[in-house]
Each structure stands twice: as C-alpha cells, then as structure tokens.
C-alpha cells in the first residue's frame, strides 16, 4: 500500500494463471499420471472444506443488504488481496496456507465486565450467521463486491459486555514470524491493528466475517474471522483477529503509525478528499477493471454519516 509502482515483473492481473490451473501444473510435473488422476476425481482436502464449521455454510442471506453492482466473481477476489503479513504482493493466497487457523483463540480483554478466551468455533456456533453482501474499497483505489458469511459486531459486543468507560475497541491480528515472512520485516510495526468506536462497533453494518462465498474464509481473506467495514477503506477491516479490546484511549492503527500523513483513524471513504498520492474520485473494479465514480461513504451515508456530526474538524476521510 506504501509504494504502489508496478514492477517490471509485475503482470495484469488479467493475465495471471489462476491458482487451481497453476496447482495443477505444479502436481503434474511433479507425480505425472497418478497425481493427474488424483486431480481429476477428488477435491483437494484444503483447510476451507476441513473447516469444522463448515455445516454452517452457505448461511442465510440477509436481504437487507443488496448492492447496486453485480458480484465480483470469486476467482478475482480470491486471488488479489491485502494481507501483508505473507507479503506486500497482491497474490498471497499460496503463502497465506502456512497460516494454521486452528485450534484458534480470540482474548476478549480491557474495560470489559470480564475478560475471556474463547475458541473460534465456540465463539461462531454461538453467532448466528448470516450472508450480507457488501462493496468493499481500498484506499488503493480498487474495489469488490462480495457475499460476506459472519455475524453483526453487535452480537460481540453483547457477548463482551465492555464496561461505559470503553471508548474504543481495538482489533489485533496474530504475530507470528514463523509463518508469516512479512512479519520478519521488522519496519512495519506489527502486529497488525485497527480500532473503532464504539458507536462504530455498534452499527448495525459494522460486521466480523467468519466466510466468505458461500464457505469458511480462506487464509489470504483473513480466516478465521475478520473484521468487515464495509463505509471506510479496506485497511480498517483487520484480519485473522487474535485479540478484541476495549480502550479508553483511541487505539494507533498499523497504517497510521507507519505513515500518519496518509492513514487517519477514521478513514471514511470520500471521493472528494484525495489520497496525498492519488485521486479518490474513481474505482477500479475488480475482474472487470470497469471504472466507477466513488461514493462518500462508500455508498453507505445514510446508515453511518449520523455517527460523525460534531467531528467535523477531525480528519475524518484519510
Ligand atoms: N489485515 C491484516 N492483518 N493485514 C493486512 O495487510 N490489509 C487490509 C485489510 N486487512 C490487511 C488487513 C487492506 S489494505 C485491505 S484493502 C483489505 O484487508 C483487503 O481485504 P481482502 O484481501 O480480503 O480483499
């Protein structure tokens, strides 16, 4: 996100060889014939369909939450992501496999009545999930369309009981070098954090995805549970969460700590306000690369714009 100049070596997405045709080309060169077969007749046991929450899936969607775009297809989404820890490339979905999302616990800690631990799968079978589909824009200037499978941050919110001193709550993703070769880059300041407030939680849109497409996320997505903004740029939508706090003090998010002149706390989307480096004022659609005019709130004003009156001098669109 820092330095976004394409490289000589960096090809268009369009032409990039999709992972299931590269797997398969890697399997047989490397087994001939049997691994062909194998291919050919059975599924790959993959962490997504080992999932043990998969009976869950596909969930009911939710028809309040319709979009004004078609879907993007999977395989454009599946295959263009942000997730720094396995790499500041956009096709991390390889390396994302060493990421082992379980056993798996979320800390519930701060100014709550009482701090937790709880296992993803306690925590999930708790929720009841729901589909929504939701416009995702990153401040990158591309944007998605996707069918998110989770619960409402509300829901985790009752389950969390934070005390009326909570101010914040701050979302933290796992640390570790071991696996995750961004996070041997020791200029970043990991682990990965992002914060909202309360309020922000608290909106009925705020959402933590446990799926996406009708299954369990995949690793580069953010398994086993992410954070879903869908009104502010895909950095504050935190991946693989580890912790959840409650704070009295605003927490300092990844982005913002690392370049303060170009990623604020809020980050709303606005098209009028550009990025010191670029415009705002068009996206990029994912798979298709059609271009659309970006909207304030990235479309979702009506919902949120209410949660900003009386912060009109804070920098409330970086
Ligand atoms: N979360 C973590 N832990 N690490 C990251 O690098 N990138 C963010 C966000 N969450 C990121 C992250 C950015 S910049 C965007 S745009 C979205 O994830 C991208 O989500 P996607 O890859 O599922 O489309």
Known sequence: MLIKRPRSWEIPE???????????RRELVAGGLAAMAATVIAPPVTAQNADPTLDLYPAKRNAAYALDRPLT????????NNFYEFGSSKSVAVAARALKTRPWTVKI???VEKPFEIGVDDLIRRMSLEERLYRLRCVEAWAMAVPWTGFPMRAL????????????????????RSIAPGQRQIWYPWPYVEGLTI????????????????????????????????????????KSIVKIAFTEQRPKSFWEELQPAEYGF????NPAVPHPRWSQAEERILGTNEK?????????????????KGLENERLFV
């Open 14 to 24: 369009a032409e990039a060889t999709p992972e299931a045709v590269f797997l398969n």
């Open 73 to 80: 297809e999977e395989r454009f989404a599946a295959d263009y």
């Open 109 to 111: 800690e701060g100014l």
């Open 157 to 176: 919110l009752d389950l969390a009981k934070p005390l009326s001193s909570a101010r914040y709550v701050r979302f933290e993703t796992f640390l570790d």
């Open 199 to 238: 309020a922000e939680a608290a909106n009925e849109l705020a959402f933590l995805a446990t799926g996406i497409y009708g299954k369990p996320l995949a690793n580069q997505f953010g398994a086993p549970l992410r954070v879903v903004v869908p009104w502010k740029y895909g950095f504050k939508s935190a």
């Open 266 to 269: 809020w980050a709303n989307v």
């Open 292 to 308: 659309r005019p970006t909207v304030i709130y990235n479309g979702y004003g009506d919902d949120v714009a209410s949660l900003y």
